[in-house]
């Protein structure tokens, strides 16, 4: 069984993940698998190169196949907002109601619809090699939060196609519609070589 790392501390996320790539022979660790305990900085400003850089920092030290990714919102009428920032937009440790919260704040202005995108870069590293691949889905910010299965801006997003939130939705339909599944979707190939 190959093993690889995941540079994630979200458990959220980890689950997604581990269940997307589930039919592959992998033992998939987080951060919080193998103690972790350093704050990467993003410091990219496109959710790609944050991405390899969580990727590169975790490899140069456990020499280890690394998977990373960078994923957020991006609404139109905020010209893109929160995007990069869109896990410390009310703050650097802000919760997701926080983030949720301003978000919504920074909408009030607007007439609705709010017209936005989920978007994930999912990188694949193994020394100097990088395989990278973009994930989107796009739908509307409605006014208030709905549904608790999900995490981040998933109460607040309905896709389009569809009539409940990404918190809402059965996990089974969320994951084949999700951003980070379209992304790590792509990244199979490279990864179970």
Known sequence: MKRIIFASKNEGKVKEVRKILSGLNLQILSLNDIDYTVEIEETGSTFEENAKIKAEEIYKIYKMPVIADDSGLSVEQLNGEPGVYSARYAGGSATDDENNLKLLKNLEEFLQPHR??????????????????????????????????GFGYDPLFVPSGHNQTMAELDSQIKNRISHRFKAFDQLKICISE
């Open 116 to 149: 936005a995108k989920f978007v994930c870069a999912a990188v694949y590293c193994f020394g100097t090699d990088f395989f990278t691949a973009i994930g989107e889905v796009y739908g509307e910010i409605i006014k208030a939060p709905r549904g608790t299965n």
